[in-house]
C-alpha cells in the first residue's frame, strides 16, 4: 500500500528535527568556533552559494541518497513512520536512483538558496524579473510537490513521478505490533 501525505509528513518532520540539530551544530561551528568560515557566505553570491551547497545541501542529500537507497533501510524519520521507498517494481533503490530523486526532491531548496544569496547582494536595487521568476518557480514546484501526492493513484509527489519511484507502507507483523513498538 503506497504511504499518503499524512505518513510522509510524520518522516519527513522526524527526519527535519535531524536536520535542525545538523544546522545548528554547524551553525555553532561557523560562529564560535571557526568564524572566519562566515567569510564564504560573503565574499560573492557564487561563494556563498557554493559553500551552502558543500556545507548543508550535499551532507542532507547524502543522508537521504544513502538510507533511502537499498544500503539503508530508509531514513530515520520513514524507519519510525514504517515506510520505504521503492521503484515502480518494488525494488529497493540502487544508490544512483536514490541519488536522481534526492536531487529532484531537494531542487526546491537548492534554487531558493540560489535565489536567497542573490538577493542579498542587491541591496536597495530592484528585483530583476529573473529572480521573480525563480520565485514563482520555487512556489509553484513547492505546491506541486505538496499536492501531487493527494491527486495521484500511488500517492506519488512530481519528483516520485519523475524518478519512477513510490513511498510505501509496510506490512506490519505481529512482532512489529506490540505494545512498545516504534510501529505500534
Known sequence: M????????????LDYVLIVAYGLTLMVFSMFLIPSSQQLFTASPASAQLAGFLMITLPVSLYFILTDSRLGAGSFGKRIAGIR?????????????????????FMPWELSHFLVYRLMWLGDEPVPIGYMVIGGLIYSLIGAYIAAPFFTKKKQSVYDMAARTQVIRLETTEAEQKPGSLTA
Open 2 to 13: 503506497n504511504a499518503g501525505f499524512p505518513v510522509r509528513l510524520k518522516a519527513f518532520l
Open 85 to 105: 521507498v521503492k521503484d515502480m517494481n518494488d525494488r529497493p533503490l540502487s544508490v544512483l536512483h536514490s541519488a536522481v530523486r534526492t536531487a529532484l526532491k
